[in-house]
């Protein structure tokens, strides 16, 4: 049984944040006679709450932190935030919420134990994951998505299932040191969340975790996932490939997705018959089809599967086309190289891109990439760091920058909706004017949205929205 210790009715817990990760925490942990304190420095996340937990600042949580017999931290806090700081140095336990739901599962607190099959990645997890539960459903498995993707974890294990279909980020799996899944695949790894985890490497370490169960997969085509199969602990390991597969592992012949790792050369499905354009489409199903297959899936499942997939919101979702433009967004693109296989899928681009670069370098993208472009529109904090790139690999490739932050205003996660259709307005008419027929004015903007909009997906609305009005 997985230690549950610092659970004994009485025990002090410190929840740290009071958002949707916190509130889920609470509700499970309140049940169990623990003494719950939540703190968090935002008054109006803590008057949402509904609990009889005791309601405290990080600060006075921080100076008290050697009263706690454990801290579950919401993923978003790092380890170098204060409070967390000093639970690691007076040796209280941290778990994320990933962690209690995975120690709570095991322990059978919710019926028997769960099949985990866990995604993660720096780019492609969403959908991904969703195809794999999409399989799972389609083979008559009683399955839950959850996750960093609808509900969390610990909402869903109440659910009657057998197996989870779970997406969990580099700042989830940091906090889950013991997590084991049945199957865990780390599609690829690239430079993003520098700013939190310090560096690649230790991104990286955080990703490899889903490796340490019962089957490990990684990409084989990105060069640091592939690495991470070296010291994966899981006792079966394989990988995917856009390529023919070699032995034991996942690919693509004549057109058709083939797996030579849970059978002899065995037909999944055909490639054209996946829903979202490009390798990257490509590479995300043959990411779920290895999971799905290490859980006996057939092979008429997961062909049923993705050819019933239907791609989620701001994810390479083409809006319009308008004078023979066609207008894509992909506003999910929040970082370099989910940038760079966005525009891959499309010979001439006018690309719109900008934001928060989160510490990552945008050179090799704009040198990869650089034939494709016709034309880009930048916008956004970070926005120069692009066009520095843009003039050294691209000096031919006209570019705009119709709206700054100071012409509106930096939006942050209080802008308005108002604000953010002058912002695209300006944008897709700056778009429009540098395409011609038979090009892509593509949103992929390689940085998170939170210096201009409240969302990726208030990003994404923002420009559908002005491309509509295009076309009335």
């Known amino acids: 049984m997985t230690e549950l210790a610092p659970l004994v009715r009485g025990a002090r817990v410190l929840v740290t944040g009071a958002g949707l990760t916190g509130r889920s925490v609470s509700a499970v942990l309140e049940p169990t006679g623990v003494r719950l304190t939540i703190c968090d420095d935002d008054p109006l996340a803590l008057q949402r709450l509904i609990t009889p937990a005791t309601v405290v600042t990080t600060a006075e949580a921080e100076a008290h932190i050697g009263d706690y017999a454990l801290v579950v931290t919401s993923p978003g806090f790092s380890p170098e935030t204060p409070v967390l700081a000093a639970a690691a140095r007076a040796g209280v336990p941290i778990w994320g ?24 990645g720096t780019n492609g997890k969403t959908t991904t994951t969703s ?17 960093n993707i609808g509900n969390p974890v610990l909402d869903v294990l109440a659910e009657p299932s057998d197996i989870l ?15 084991r899944p049945d199957a865990g ?44 199969l070296e010291t994966a602990a ?5 990988g995917f490939r856009l390529g023919e597969p070699g032995p034991g592992e996942l690919g693509v012949r004549d057109g058709m997705l ?3 790792a849970f059978g002899d050369q065995v037909r999944l499905a055909e490639a054209a018959s996946i829903p979202l354009a490009g390798p990257i489409g490509v590479l995300d199903a043959l990411g779920a089809a290895a999971l799905a297959r290490a859980v006996d899936v057939p092979a008429g499942a997961i062909a049923a599967a993705l050819s019933g997939f239907e791609v989620g919101r701001h994810r390479a979702e083409v809006v319009a086309t308008v004078d023979g433009v066609t207008y894509v967004d992909d506003s999910k693109a ?11 899928a499309y010979p001439r681009v006018v690309w719109i891109a900008g934001g928060l670069l989160k510490g990552a370098s945008v050179e090799n993208l704009v040198a990869s990439v650089a034939d494709r472009l016709v034309g880009a529109v930048l916008i956004g904090r970070d926005r120069e760091f692009i066009a520095n790139a843009l003039s050294r690999h691209a000096p031919n490739v006209p570019v705009v920058t119709p709206v700054t932050g100071e012409d509106f205003g930096m939006l942050g996660a209080n802008g308005t909706d108002e604000t953010g259709r002058a912002v695209m307005s300006a944008v897709v008419a700056a778009a429009r ?10 949103l992929a903007p390689a940085g998170a949205s939170f210096d201009q909009f409240s969302s990726y997906g208030h990003r994404g609305d923002a420009f559908a929205e002005a491309v509509r009005a295009l076309s009335r």
Request: negative net charge; contains cysteine; glycine residues 6%.
């Open 97 to 120: 919420d990933v962690e209690l739901a995975w120690r709570l599962d095991r322990a059978g607190r919710f019926g028997p134990p769960r099949r985990w099959l866990v995604v993660t």
């Open 131 to 147: 195809m794999l539960h999409a399989m799972l459903v389609a083979a008559g498995r009683r399955a839950v998505l959850c996750g």
């Open 165 to 179: 279909a779970v997406e969990l980020s580099s700042f989830q799996l940091h906090w889950a040191p013991s997590l």
């Open 185 to 228: 695949v780390v599609l690829n790894v690239a430079e993003d969340h520098l700013d939190w985890h310090g560096s690649l490497a230790a991104y990286a370490r955080d990703k490899a975790r889903v490796l340490d169960g019962r089957v490990a997969v990684v990409g084989l085509d990105d060069p640091v996932a592939a690495s991470l």
């Open 234 to 238: 899981a006792p079966v390991r394989t």
């Open 258 to 260: 083939i797996d030579n």
């Open 334 to 344: 929040t970082n370099p190289h989910a940038a760079q296989a966005s525009i891959a």
């Open 433 to 442: 004017d540098l395409a011609t027929p038979g090009d892509t004015v593509l």
